[in-house]
DNA sequence: CGTCCGCAACTGGTATTACCACTTGACCAC
DNA sequence: GTGGTCAAGTGGTAATACCAGTTGCGGACG
């Protein structure tokens, strides 16, 4: 294993962490009351404004609301939580939870397409060059970590035709959730990233500027290893239940 | 005007507005530094905790990148940003964003269809009962505004009832851009919400478990308002070029 | 007896200050 | 050149005090 720059955790990290997992557990449900930051404070053994930027960083994300002169309360985050959420959900407690990870994966399979096709319609034959560059990379390797990276470029630069800022933060947000844990979904993904053709028919189908041979092509290259991880996550699951 | 709850806008909200509008308005390009926490303070003439709040929930935002003994620099929020970021990017200085205000139309309506069919395949017939009380809520009145409401609260639903995180996650983060101005957006979105009948349908095609019908259906509801609100987008930026 | 005023006693909001920890770069010894 | 040292600047954390709201209790007044 390579060294790796050391993982260094601020207090107010730290605190909101313990926050936010008391939240997502539902340690303490919607509607009821945080202990007062002075409380916390004293309880985590931290200065208060050490506790104030980890409960202001929590209200950012709509996760409580505080309320000058009153007690901060936990809001439904199922409601009111934003995607950017996403990444404490998908792994909590360093295990990945199925039925999240299920949902990446029928999303990813909604939108890729539906980017495809836009990209189709907007990027013209410069975009075609540089995917083609793009997909070489990725046949020219056989280590399927590199081959995911190199399938996030692709990806990045089809959002970047799409011209669409929406689908740009979508895609921000998921790969801000999906990269973390590249190494380790190597092996899974192999499948889908091994499938350089498919790559290669997606971006004729978008340098051809044709918008439903695109939106087919993506569903191709998407499909296959969406189906599968989606049976054997809920195998996964059902053995999980067993114990 | 009826009396509204005051505006109350605390120091570090008012410092993070202000970081937050240089940063996306370019007037600190990607991979620049911000100005000292202390350097800031001074010249915002806020104390140095309240500049902290504000460029930590940046940071969390993925906006700048904050190192210990070294500068905060900015980065490329187009790369990097969330989806949480929408709001901040749909409505600048107090004006609609034509380009994102069209891109969150096309994302709604490769999503919403996608979310339908998923709700097909796992709502069932309770499902089917409340979307139709929700909709005949709908039908009931004649206020565009209360009209807006209910047709948020049959998504809602719909969203439940697809049983998938990311979408429920995307769906809060658009509902978050969207709810501040749903009163302006009143005579826009009237075409779509005063079509009750595109709703039953949809609602029949989810009831009856079919997820292409609900798929077709749920593009039958959003595509009429989408394209001609993207016409009026186009109009309006062409115009706005002229100036 | 009920209403309402007003005063605690909470809560979060802000500022000040001091000091610790880390990075950077310049300078110097080897 | 290489490496060490040090000073200056940066963010990280804490302690403290006070301001500014909210809440609820109790007493004064009708």
């Known amino acids: 294993m390579p060294l790796q720059p050391v993982n260094r955790r601020s207090v107010p990290d730290e605190v909101f962490d313990q926050v936010l997992a008391e939240v997502v557990d539902g340690e303490i449900g919607a509607g009821e009351s945080l202990p007062s930051e002075r409380r916390l404070a004293e ?3 931290v200065s208060r404004p050490a506790v104030r930027e980890a409960l202001q960083r929590m209200a950012q994300t709509r996760l409580v609301e505080v309320r000058h002169g009153g007690a901060t309360t936990v809001r439904d985050f199922k409601r009111f939580a934003g995607l950017d959420l996403l990444p404490q959900l998908l792994v909590r407690r360093g295990h990945l939870d199925a039925a999240v990870a299920r949902s990446v994966l029928e999303a990813r399979l909604a939108v890729g397409p539906a980017v495809a096709a ?10 075609a060059a540089i995917l083609t560059e793009t997909v070489d990379r990725l046949a020219g390797t056989d280590d399927d970590v590199e081959r995911q990276v190199h399938a996030l470029e692709f990806w990045d630069l089809v959002v970047d035709a799409a011209d669409s800022l929406v689908f740009r933060l979508m895609f921000n947000s998921m790969r801000a959730a999906y990269e973390p844990a590249l190494e380790a979904l190597a092996p899974a993904m192999a499948e889908e990233v091994g499938q350089s053709e498919a790559y290669r028919l997606l971006t004729a189908a978008i340098g051809a500027g044709d918008p439903d041979t695109a939106r087919a092509a993506a569903d191709r290259v998407l499909r296959p290893a969406t189906e599968s991880l989606i049976a054997a996550l809920s195998a996964l699951s059902a053995q999980e239940d067993d114990e």
């Open 118 to 127: 836009l990209a189709a319609e907007r990027g013209g034959p410069p975009l």
């Open 43 to 45: 309880v985590l053994g």
